[in-house]
């Protein structure tokens, strides 16, 4: 018997409420990768398992031609969409939760629960229909595993055309792989990693098979294209999220590093101070903790999976339910992490998070800070200022910052070198990645790589665990041109050195040199997915505002790991994928906020090498010029002895150097100057030319060139007097008419006739009766003092008449 109008209807109200569902945080149709079935060529092994596929879209199309006898046919295909998806995919990969998530009846407005809601239509069957791989090869799914799965639900599923294929498999198999045996026959099982065991001690670094990765530099940036952000294809979107959907993911924090005893009698105070913490005009910063949802399987990679909110673990705190501080303190280092995870990175939420948790930190070291209420002048970080205001010890004097924060290399003075520290779950090693609290800005933490792991010998510090990190600079931690673009995550090596106590470790990231990042994502333990990842090409020179691309990545990490094949191994993708670029953050309408800004970047003058510097090579005594200020309608934009015209197509490239590409300054690479200006005193100036003016290089569409000037033609024209630029027009002057001079109002002209009228018939010394002795009036001067009124008109006829006998008399006789 065929459907009824009534129940046709109802199934598309259903099949209607799955399509409408969206994800969490990135608001996209959570069934779009069932929309359609996944391609044939590409993924055969599914069609090989898989006995019946289906998709959403075939399910719509069959109930338009009226091709379903009953009801209970459509639900078993809308069932076997996401049964085929549970089957072929690993339980902790995104399709198999998202898939789970939308058919769980346990969730309100997924498939079985929109189902029995329609009276209309008949109850449905609880058990995989008979057609699915799940009765087929006898590995029925359960409802534990499908609730486990639900607990895990992304906020994001894949939207590229490729990101709708459903196979995870992985590229790098690890060593001795072990099927998931409760998911796929043994025969045709896809290769996929094995689960890490959980550790209780410290664990040991695995070692990873070697590959043949180039350490050298990226490829030239010529072929990247430019634009406020270049989009990377749906295809390299699609191989990054196959290769992501197959990671292992992160098993949570470890055994070590908790505080463990003293602290019982303050869990409830510790709570109270965490959550009544203000900034200066009485805001809250526990809103942003309050914020999250107490469940915790709406926010991917997660380390676990139940409920947790501050206001739990105040009610525990209350009801001393906890068993002991190791405990209470894990709790709340899940509590931060689950808030790291929900708020979007460099967000005053985010900020706010960071700066609770290092009050945290702080409240439970040896050492707290007085209070409550607890106030401090550095967000409780242990430094006096971060990156872009801090000065290391003997650098140049530079009153806008706080000098003798970090140091140029590392220090070995009252301190013992040791292999690891451990601090709430967390064993930081030589080389780790890691997020520290930043004193100027929580929203922003430092990044930074471990050279030393140390115990303090000081007195006052006695037994202090710590660490000795180099930082990277972040984009707006840069002084750079309007017109530089960045990678999507990208940092800047320097030559700061800090030392830091662990209470400032935030969390453990990952940063790739660009050489491995576009070639695959770090393997474990180095980085999981849901750690911030960020990736490294070049070094910045805060002193001087150079960059300066990296050639050798050796050089940048520490001695001990420069060549070992085991530091930080990838899975490779199967081709390389680079990362999107975006324009400065300082630019209009992006509203971020950092210790840098706009401006040129600034060469030394004394020929000395530059610190961090990639070559070592000596530097002329010249000072580079970039994106300044040229005022002026038409004019170009000098760069060294560059010239960027203001418009491309304005007339013949100038001079014979061949055409420059403009992509290698924004790049880091400054282009060599052919004609040394004199040197002058560098100063940051504000980026006014007309490359800016016109929104950027990307806005000019390609149009615009960039010529060298040969030195014999640019000593012709003028120069700037204070920057030394070159003054250059792309175009002749606009012929235009010339305003008209002022001229004398009608009532002015009428009253200096007047005047004359009057005294027309007056002899110099006389009034107008004649007399000489006549009494000045209102204090005028005689007149025989006073000018005569003269128009133009009148003056050149008055010299004319006066000098025609000079003309006469040179006039030759006839």
Known sequence: MALTDAQKAAIEEVVSVLTAIKTQRKKKPAAEPFMDLIDRDAWPDYYDLIPEPRCINGVIHRLKGNSYPDPLKAYED??????????????TSVISQTATMLKASCVVGKLEAEWKQRSILPSPPSSPPPSSAQKVYGHPVTVDAEQSATSAVPSAVGTSAASTSLVPIAPAPAPSPAPVASVTPAASTPTRLPPLATQSTSPHRQSSPDMEIDVGGTPEPESLGVGDEMARDGESDGIVQQLERGLPRWEGFGDYGWTTEGLESRW??????????????????????????EESTSIPYLSFNDPLSLKLIESRARAK????????????????????????????????????????????????????????????????????????????SDPEKMAGVTTFRVSNKDRTFVDEVQYKGWSVRLADWLHLSNPDDPSKPIVAQVFKCYVSDEPAKKGQPGVTVCWYHRPEQTFHPAHRQFWEGE????????????????????????????RGR??????????PLYVCDSRYNDRERIFVKIKNWNSCVPEEVRKSTEFMPIYPFERMVFPRRFGSPFLKGKGVKGTGGLGGSIERADGERIEGGGTGRKRSKRTGVTATDISGPSKGLYVGDRVAPASGGAGPPLGSGGPYNPLAALYGQPPPLAQAPPAQPSRAVEDRSIVTAAGGLAALGGNAVMEKLPPETARHFDRDPETNEVLWFAAPPINVAHTPAPRYSLKYLHWLATKRKSAGGADEGEDESGRDDAMDVDNQEPASKRPKYYTATEALHSLLTEYSHLGAAAAPSS
């Open 78 to 91: 809308l069932s076997l969409v996401f049964y085929n998806a549970l089957y072929y995919n690993e339980p």
């Open 321 to 396: 339910s906890y068993q002991s501080n190791k405990m209470f303190d894990r709790e709340m280092a899940q509590l931060f992490e689950k808030a790291r995870r929900w708020h979007e990175p460099g967000s005053d939420a985010y900020g706010h998070v960071l700066l609770l948790q290092r009050l945290y930190q702080a409240i439970m070291s040896p050492n707290p800070p007085p209070g409550p209420p607890y106030t401090s002048t550095t967000n409780f970080a242990s430094l006096r200022a971060g990156p872009g205001t801090a000065r290391p010890l003997h650098s140049s």
């Open 522 to 531: 770090p393997r474990p333990p180095y980085w999981y997915l849901g750690w």
């Open 268 to 293: 409830l105070e510790i709570v109270v101070a965490i959550k009544g913490h203000k900034d200066a005009i009485g805001n809250r910063y526990s809103a942003a903790l309050e914020a999250m949802p």
């Open 491 to 518: 940092v800047f090596k320097t030559s700061h050195f800090a030392d830091h106590p662990v209470e400032d470790i935030i969390e453990k990231i990952a940063c790739q040199f660009t050489a491995r990042h576009i």
